[in-house]
RNA sequence: CGGGGCGUGGCGCAGUCUGGUAGCGCACCUGCAUGGGGUGCAGGUGGUCGGAGGUUCAAAUCCUCUCGCCCCGACCA
């Protein structure tokens, strides 16, 4: 949908904004600097590239990877472009902070960053290059971080409420940047590569990866025919084994071997139709990170069987049972044979009662951990992410201030970012169809557009639009004025495209009738209007 | 990082296997017609065939090297 010349493509990950595409960032721009403004905040403008020093004083010089993009000067100093700004915002801090009086104080700016993204896609959403605003937190002591924390996460609810954009807040994994608690803000999108878990029934909402899956409800069911053995030549996956079994895909119980820590494996047993999640299984003390499967030879001396054959019973390894495999009965296993698989096993009889723990992703319908009642999944785009760092980087870098009694106390940080040209990409995702992008009123990068039919030739009709744009013009309102000398078709099919909510169409066919022509950008029907009235009538369309 | 694919007028592609005058659609320019959902007819402009080297009388085409881009994958038996 960026196809509609908001963008264009320099490189991989590059991307040069268009006139068009540029008044929606700076909208979005425009929006989120007031409700910084608004709680207090200073905007600031820190350098773009930053010397390896400060990144290797926080450790994150190796940390950070390969998505720093890393340079030299003439002189082999060592640099990197931006992909975040704590250590130079903390290197400010430590230098002009120095009293408990001047705090709490918080500071932002909206800049240019560089990461070096594996695989940039989705044109701009994962772009290398993109602007963000980010804003960083100093305090002393817990409470006040937690104070300001609030008010960030008011103020950008307010960000995404403003520009009409329908959003979640969700628990976050704080991941490598580090910190205790956060939250991410997730605009939703069915192209969104991020799923979001929430309830309706009550306040939780979470990133998957963090979501926990709760234990099912009620009795185990009782143990009915004794085990035996199926075979199952050449059926690697639960969903062949279920199929030819003629057995519900739940009933099939997987064993997945994954790497240990120091060597040997562990093994996880789900049910078929769940899937493993990866930072809770890395939360396990055995289990080595990142997650890794274990090799072919591995499985064969850990299982004596090939792949897709391992079960539990008569394991001599590790293992976890999800809580959901922890509480089926009768089920189907792998039979640590080459081509068999064990049918109504039970637990606490066929094989020992199991370590149960959560170890796979929620999935829809699940009971919320809220209490609320059941979990919704949805795709989501992340534009946002506040996180409560703590003195992660005040302890590394030394930023300290003196309290009340002139101790010395490293500040505690928090640290708030929000997309702007990634909010404009989820924006389009958002808000589209297949003619192409409507924008939502306050994101629009102009209220109306006036298509003047067969303006070249018609002096009437270039009359009455060029007035129309002056009147509507001294009151302040935007117009985009489509005056070139195009086929009908192309200039109606653009202004679809553009997705400008305010249409008014002016052609010679209305004016004999003294009127013009209105649309929504999001209605089917056309209505007339008299021509002396538009002014007023855009007017009070757009107010509200 | 692994696998696959593609680089030929501005854009999208054919031509490459089998070496021999570089082509098509769209866009662009000119003229005429048309004027409410990407309009028609006619005539035009525009190409170091990604780059370097090699084979050959002759290379977009064959060989070697190189650069760029796109897609998929990076583990869920």
């Not at 234990?215 to 639960?238: N, W």
């Not at 400008?500 to 052609?507: E, G, Q």
Request: aromatic residues 6%; proline residues 5%.
């Amino acid at each position: 949908m960026l196809r509609s010349g908001m963008v264009r493509r320099l490189a991989s990950g590059l991307f040069t904004w268009m006139p068009m595409g540029w008044r929606v960032a700076r909208i979005v721009e425009r929006v989120t600097r007031q409700e910084m403004e608004r709680i207090g905040a200073h905007e600031v403008l820190m350098p773009a590239v930053h010397p390896a020093e400060l990144w290797r004083e926080s450790g994150r010089w190796q940390d950070y990877g390969d998505l720093l993009l890393k340079m030299r000067d003439r002189g082999e100093r060592e640099y990197c472009f931006g992909p975040t700004h704590e250590e130079v915002v903390t290197d400010i801090a430590r230098r002009e902070l120095k009293s408990y009086r001047q705090l709490p104080v918080s500071f932002f700016q909206i800049q240019t960053k560089f990461r070096d993204e594996i695989r940039p896609r989705f044109g701009v959403m994962r772009a290398r290059e993109f602007i963000m605003k980010d804003s960083y937190s100093f305090h002393l002591g817990e409470d006040s971080l937690r104070d300001t924390y609030e008010q960030y996460r008011e103020a950008y609810s307010r960000v995404f409420e403003r520009l009409g954009l329908k959003y979640r807040v969700v628990q976050a994994d704080s991941g490598e940047i580090g910190g205790s608690r956060s939250q991410e803000f997730h605009v939703l999108a069915d192209s969104g590569e991020d799923l979001i878990v929430w309830c309706e029934g009550d306040d939780f909402a979470a990133n998957l990866e963090l979501a926990p899956a709760l234990p099912p409800d009620g009795e185990r069911v009782a143990p009915g025919a004794a085990m035996s053995e199926a075979r199952t030549p050449g059926m690697r996956t639960v969903r062949q084994i279920a199929e030819h079994l003629d057995r519900p895909l739940e009933d099939c119980l997987k064993t997945l071997l994954v790497k240990a820590e120091g060597g040997g494996v562990v093994a996880l047993v789900l049910c078929g139709h769940h899937e493993v999640n990866e930072l809770k299984a890395t939360g396990l003390p055995e289990v080595a990170k990142p997650l890794q499967l274990a090799n072919a030879q591995e499985v064969a001396q850990a299982a004596s069987s090939p792949p897709g054959f391992v079960g539990p019973v008569g394991l001599r390894v590790k293992t976890y049972v999800d809580h959901a495999a922890a509480h089926r009965g009768n089920f189907v296993c792998g039979g640590n044979r080459r081509d068999k698989h064990l049918v109504d096993v039970n637990w606490g009889r066929d094989l020992p009662e199991p370590e149960a723990v959560d170890l796979r992703n929620a999935v829809e319908g699940d009971r919320s951990p809220g209490g609320g009642g059941t979990l919704q999944i949805a795709r989501g785009i992340e534009v946002g992410h506040i996180f409560q760092l703590g003195d992660k980087y005040s302890r590394s870098m030394r930023a300290a201030v003196l309290d009340e009694n002139g101790a010395e106390q490293p500040m505690q940080m928090g640290c708030y970012g929000l997309g702007v040209t990634r909010t404009v990409a989820a924006a389009i995702e958002q808000n589209h169809d297949e003619r192409g992008i409507i924008w939502p009123e306050a994101m629009a990068p102009f209220s109306v557009v006036l298509v003047a039919l067969n303006i070249a030739r018609d002096k009437k009709v270039r009359a009455t639009a060029e007035q129309l744009r002056e009147s509507l013009r001294s009151r302040g309102i935007e117009v985009l004025f489509d005056d070139r000398d195009a086929s009908p078709g192309v200039k109606l099919a653009d202004a679809d495209l553009f997705g400008i909510p305010h249409r008014v169409v002016i052609s010679a066919r209305g004016l004999n009738q003294g009127t013009l022509e209105y649309k929504h950008r999001r209605s089917d029907k056309p209505e007339r209007l008299s021509a002396d009235e538009a002014t007023e009538f855009l007017q009070t369309q757009i107010e509200p």
